[in-house]
């Protein structure tokens, strides 16, 4: 009886808890292992260790939450430890485990992991498990886990000349079986769209032929918005603030010696003031492509390198006055203006359109997005530990862009990809211009948005008042700053935190170090020699980072198929030579130029699946990492400036003519997904 009551007592007096513990999403997470848990409270009292399994079902499956009850003494309080481990029962099985949340009387403890479980190994974790190196507790696992990231992630220049990307994509960087699904399903949309143009039936009969693509009964491809307003000039100027590419328009104070343009050639547009007048009065504008000279093209095809003028008129309009093709100014390279033969000006636009595609595709996207987001995100999985505050913060946005650039190099970048069979430059030509933009690019000003918008001279609206990019832009990048400040504020409390922790100042240096040398090879880092030694500095440097990564890439990605699907609106391919005199010219010389079914086809099918959107607005990350209170706090906080942002962006569109939604929050991606 004795015996008997001594166990109803023990039983009494201990109480349950429920542990959840949830499996990542990447392909292989699952595990068949056994799998082992230890619980420890703050006085470094641990709990005998649990078996965590069901014997009816198959625990550790990807994706999934699995949910088991297990009992301590009754006087097991602050749990803020666990130990997991699996056995080696298959000596292949893998585990990505994303988290262990412990229930205890309705409060829950999270112990984030973002791990591969390795058999047979140990693993310490800690409530919420955030910590810089020199105040972590398991110290030697740390150092353990980023030697074994430094085998895993290598650097590799695929591009010569070009920027570091991965060796060998790790398992977790791989796409799951979801995001091929759904970019396989949007690329069969894309092709069942476009059966109804002949491939085989060779060049167009007209440009209404391009239209009636899409009035076709079988198309199912949304219709471009260029569609009806490729061809006014109104709707060229609104390209330059609220495109696909509305990053290189500058005040202009000066004209270029080699731009062969008068005052009496434009002074027609200038609303009775000279050019001079108008430039006083921060009225002209300019774009010049010159980055384009030297750059490989196809036979046949003419890539120019243009200089343009624009007017900002008195009702905010930016509105085109002068192109000249090509950098040196002579008599069969004229300056040409809206009041040439129109069909003559039509194509003088679209060779300038055509040209800023390859400059676009080339350096705006690829290059100064997925190439810089990839080297910053192999330097950081090899050099920041996932308990880093850093990692962390940063993870969301780097989902998935290893293994989309990965998919670039084999199919859209590869010899005889989508490149060479649509882009008047081929494959050949964007690598020269990737490596070429890069040279020069530096984080501290290019990755800095406010100040890369200053020194185009366009930051002010009172400049420039209807660029909603700018301001939409400049916007998202403040509240990304106050998000980034208020996670940052919470772990470096004094400068030693910041000197002291040497996978910061690790990590900086390999961002710096040249390629040649095992580095990233960024130029314009803040800090300087010695590493980071102020709060701004590393601020600065997270937030042009998660810019790159959510604001420009979906700035500069998705109206790709509203601008180039409908193709003599944003040409990739011209044909022949660009207007070198001022003849008339009619529709069937704009028709000779332009590309034949076959390649209008690749790009429509294309630019419809690179304009997908697949993982989650801004703020709602796809994997959450920071679990602190505090960080919670700013994380909801970030949501609620996002929310704030959304409403000024439909406010505003109310009285646009032509609404710019591409960076309201709920539209732009945390990563470069696609």
């Known amino acids: 009886m004795h015996e008997l009551f001594s166990l109803k007592t023990c039983f009494y007096y201990r109480k349950q808890l429920t542990v959840k513990v949830t499996t990542g999403v990447y392909v292989g997470a699952g595990t068949d292992a056994y799998v082992y848990l230890s619980i420890e409270n703050e006085d470094g009292r641990r709990s005998e260790e649990f078996s965590l399994d069901k014997w009816w079902r198959d625990d550790f499956e990807r994706k999934r939450t699995d949910t088991f009850r297990v009992s301590v003494d009754d006087s097991f309080e602050s749990i803020n430890t666990i130990q997991i481990r699996k056995d080696s029962r298959k000596s292949n099985d893998t585990w990505y485990l994303e988290k262990i949340v412990i229930e ?12 591969w479980i390795e058999n ?9 498990d955030c910590f810089l190196p020199q105040s972590d507790p398991h110290k030697e696992q740390r150092l353990k886990e980023l030697q074994k990231k430094r085998e895993i992630y290598q650097y590799e220049v695929y591009i010569e000349g070009g920027p570091v990307q991965i060796k060998t994509i790790p398992d977790n960087e791989k796409f799951t079986y979801e995001d091929k699904f759904e970019i396989t399903a949007q690329s069969i949309k894309s092709k069942m769209g476009t059966v109804v143009i002949d491939a085989t039936t060779g060049k167009w009969d007209s440009l209404e032929d391009y239209k009636n693509i899409f009035k076709h009964p079988l198309n199912i491809l949304d219709t471009p918005h260029s569609l009806e307003k490729w061809m006014e000039d109104y709707w060229f100027g609104l390209q330059r603030v609220q495109g696909v590419n509305p990053n290189l328009l500058k005040l202009c104070d000066k004209i270029p010696e080699n731009f062969g343009i008068e005052s009496s050639m434009v002074e027609a547009f200038l609303n009775g003031s000279s050019l001079e007048e108008s430039m006083e009065k921060k009225r002209i504008f300019i774009i010049d492509l010159k980055i384009l000279e030297d750059i490989y093209t196809a036979e046949n095809h003419v890539v120019c390198k243009p200089i343009a003028l624009f007017y900002l008129d008195d009702n905010d309009n930016i509105l ?14 004229p300056v040409f203006t809206p009041a040439d033969p129109p069909y003559t000006w039509l194509l003088v636009k679209m060779y300038f359109n055509h040209a800023e595609v390859m400059y676009h595709e080339s350096c705006t996207h690829l290059g100064f997005t997925h190439f810089l987001a990839e080297g910053i995100a192999i330097c950081t999985h090899r050099n920041l530990s996932p308990s880093h505050p850093i990692f962390k913060l940063l993870a969301p946005h780097f989902f998935n862009v290893i293994a989309i650039n990965k998919l670039a190099i084999e199919t859209i970048i590869s010899p005889g990809g989508w490149i060479d069979r649509t882009m008047s430059v081929k494959r050949e030509g964007v690598i020269q211009l990737v490596e070429k933009s890069l040279k020069d690019w530096k984080m501290d000003t290019n990755g800095n948005i406010p100040k890369e918008f200053s020194n185009r001279g366009v930051l002010e609206s009172n400049i420039l008042p209807n660029y909603p990019f700018r301001d939409d832009t400049v916007a998202l990048y403040n509240a990304i700053r106050i998000y980034v400040n208020d996670v940052i504020i919470h772990y470096y409390e004094d400068p030693e935190d910041i000197t002291e922790d040497w996978e910061l100042q690790q990590w900086r240096e390999e961002l710096v170090k040249d390629k040649s040398n095992g580095g990233v090879g960024l130029q314009g880092i803040p800090g300087n020699y010695n590493g980071f030694s102020k709060i701004d500095e590393i601020v600065e440097l997270l937030t ?12 500069a990605n998705f109206l790709q198929y509203d601008e180039y699907g409908f193709v003599p609106n944003y040409p990739m391919s011209l044909y022949g030579d660009p207007p070198r005199d001022k003849t008339p010219l009619t529709e069937e010389d704009i028709i000779e130029h332009l590309p034949d079914r076959s390649v209008t086809l690749d790009i429509m099918t294309i630019t419809s699946v690179l304009s997908f959107r697949g993982t989650n607005s801004l703020g709602n990350f796809d994997i959450q990492y920071l679990y602190d209170p505090a960080d919670v706090e700013a994380i909801q906080k970030f949501k609620k400036n ?30 470069i997904s696609i």
């Open 120 to 128: 047979d190994t140990k693993y310490m974790l800690k409530k919420y």
């Open 104 to 115: 205890d009387e309705g409060k829950e403890i999270i112990f984030p992991v973002h791990r």
């Open 544 to 555: 042009s980072i998660i810019s790159i990564c959510s604001i420009s890439h979906a700035g």
């Open 320 to 333: 085109p006055i002068a192109i000249q093709l090509f950098q040196e100014k002579g008599p069969d390279n």
């Open 642 to 671: 996002l929310a704030e942002i959304g409403n000024k962006i439909e406010e505003r569109n109310v009285n646009l003519k032509h609404p710019y939604t591409v960076l309201h929050p709920k539209n732009v991606p945390n990563s």
